[in-house]
């Protein structure tokens, strides 16, 4: 069979790793080619989000404007994928009888046979079930630019979370955390640098709870980097998403001694109050995380931080939000993502008292945002003058005349240049910094 897939991708970077690996294997199982419209497909996928406010219900109404061409098309398949699907299971069809078949993150990798069985019986297909890392062993690397000549790639090394923050679905809709083998995350690395990959990012809920064993020895996250630092042909190692709770002084050491490392760390606070951290269950207090990134910056002063905000978590007074205003001041973030808080249904902050307007979070979310954003400003201007080891990600977007390339501390930068130097590490001068990128010219030094 030859058709068009539609493939729509809700929320995080791991979705859209997990859409890119559907897209193979529909791709491979069935020869689908991608489709710009639901009207040209012959499948349909939403790889849906539990993280986004009243995520279920957007998903629905998404279903909804593709009911009609289920109704003029029969052989159309439609699949919901991804943590709404795994969190709302049976009661997708339930709900929208159309829908073919749900699956959830850890059983994408069984798609395409959940499609031939739903042709064969003319029933709709269920499978949100947890098969740890099955799903591994069944799927492609997946290449950042979708082909041979991308020079990124991500690498999922672990699956789930066992954290249980107060607010947060994942757990219920991913699993526990299941680490993937040694000998498997390095053989995958190793065949991406032997095709040309330069530059890495190991992905995970939270990466570095990454536990295994290597040489029949306990290993952690910290020692899986000095290996995969090691692969002839890497260049650049990322990785995404970090909890302070696992954030070890080993993984600060590697930072040290790594030089293949990027110097740019995502590290999710969520608060600055240890009043809210511990409603939310986060683990830690506001003076642990300040160590964590004294210790860090001191090993690697060059690192770019980032992190995540939660505003208005149920309970969260002017004082507590003040706290948190104050520590992203006093610890220079980066461009970072703040949220408003939303319940998530299940989760035990959902059955929380929240007496503050809705109003109200959303000026404090707008003055944290403000201030973020003058922080990532002042580090970008800070920069102008300096050289930077620039990947070279293709043609810019604004401009076919120029190329972009993503820098070290993760900030992307439009200048001139020859396409040929697609996919390969170039010096870059920063001559200008702009609202959300930085401009340059190639030098020579």
Known sequence: MAGKLFLRTFGCQMNEVDSRMIADLLGAAEGLAPAARPEEADVIVFNTCSVREKAQEKVFADLGRVRHLKAANPRLMIAVGGCVASQEGAGIVARAPFVDVVFGPQTLHRLPALLARRRASGKAQVDVSFPEIEKFDHLP????????????????????????????????????????????????????????????????????????????EPADFAELLRYAAEVDGVERIRYTSSHPREFTQRLIDAHADL???????????????????????????ALEYRSIVRRLRKARPDVSLTSDFIVGFPGE?????????????????????????????????????????????????????????????????????????????????????????????????????????????????????????????????
């Open 317 to 445: 007074t002017e004082a507590d939000f003040a706290t948190t205003l104050r520590l992203a001041r006093e610890l220079e973030f980066d461009a970072s993502f703040s949220f408003l808080y939303s319940p998530r249904p299940g989760t035990p902050a959902a059955e929380l008292p929240d007496p503050v307007p809705q109003a109200e979070k959303h000026e404090r979310l707008l003055r944290l945002q403000a201030q973020l954003e003058v922080q990532a400003a002042a580090l970008s201007a800070g920069m102008v003058g300096s050289m930077q080891r620039v990947l070279v990600e293709g043609p810019s977007k604004k401009s076919t005349a120029e190329l972009a390339g993503r820098t070290a501390n993760n900030r992307v930068v439009n200048f001139p240049g020859e396409a040929g130097l697609a996919g390969r590490f170039a010096d870059v001068r920063i001559t200008a910094a702009l609202s959300h990128t930085l401009r340059g010219e190639l030098t020579d030094a």
């Open 259 to 285: 030089p293949r490392l990027a110097p740019h760390v995502h590290l999710p606070v969520q608060s600055g109050a240890d009043r809210i951290l511990a409603a939310m269950k986060r683990g830690y207090t």
């Open 141 to 216: 690397a997946s290449r950042e630019g979708g082909g041979d000549a991308s020079a990124t790639a991500f690498v999922s090394i672990m699956e789930g979370c066992s954290k249980y923050c107060s607010f947060c679905v994942v757990p219920y809709t991913r699993g526990e955390e299941v680490s993937r083998p040694f000998e498997d995350v390095l053989a995958e690395i190793a065949g991406l640098a032997a095709q040309g990959v330069k530059e890495l990012t190991l992905l995970g809920q939270n990466v570095n709870a990454w536990r295994g064993a290597i040489g029949g």
